[in-house]
């Protein structure tokens, strides 16, 4: 069975760190662009960081560059988001995807590469909040 899992998401205070996890399963993440994304209430889907799971080539969005890093362990078939410096802003369900799409920047910020994308997880919820 195909599926992306997402974890470690959760409640933090502004200025605090979390640690996204995607693990794959039922197929291999080397054949493809992963990629997170973010859905605030009342907000459209946005890409937050891509990376192409072969390469390394990555990408992150304006609002989250220096701050996020996208990361894979090739091994454990798994891609993280390293989340430091958590603002209010950032509080969102976070999502995992998988693309075909070889361009990390098509994928992320592309309504063609968003619309290519073979596999979303479910999603996982951070709050930033004091």
């Known amino acids: 069975q195909v599926q992306l899992v997402e974890s470690g998401g959760g409640l933090v205070q502004p200025g605090g760190s979390l640690r996204l996890s995607c693990a794959a399963s039922?197929?291999?993440?080397?054949?493809?662009?992963v990629g997170w994304f973010r859905q605030a209430p009342g907000k459209e889907r946005e890409g937050v960081s891509c990376m192409h799971f072969s390469d390394g080539a990555t990408y992150y969005g304006d609002s989250v560059k220096g701050r996020f890093t996208i990361s894979r362990d090739n091994a454990k078939n798994t891609v993280y988001l390293l989340m430091n410096s958590l603002k209010p802003e950032d509080t969102a369900v976070y999502y995992c995807?998988?693309?075909?799409?070889?361009?990390?920047?098509?994928?992320?910020?592309?309504?063609?590469?968003?619309?290519?994308?073979?596999?979303w997880g479910k999603g996982t919820l951070v709050t930033v909040s004091s």
């Open positions: 039922g197929f291999s993440l080397d054949d493809y662009t």
């Open positions: 995807a998988a693309s075909g799409v070889a361009n990390v920047r098509t994928m992320c910020v592309l309504r063609a590469g968003y619309y290519a994308i073979d596999h």
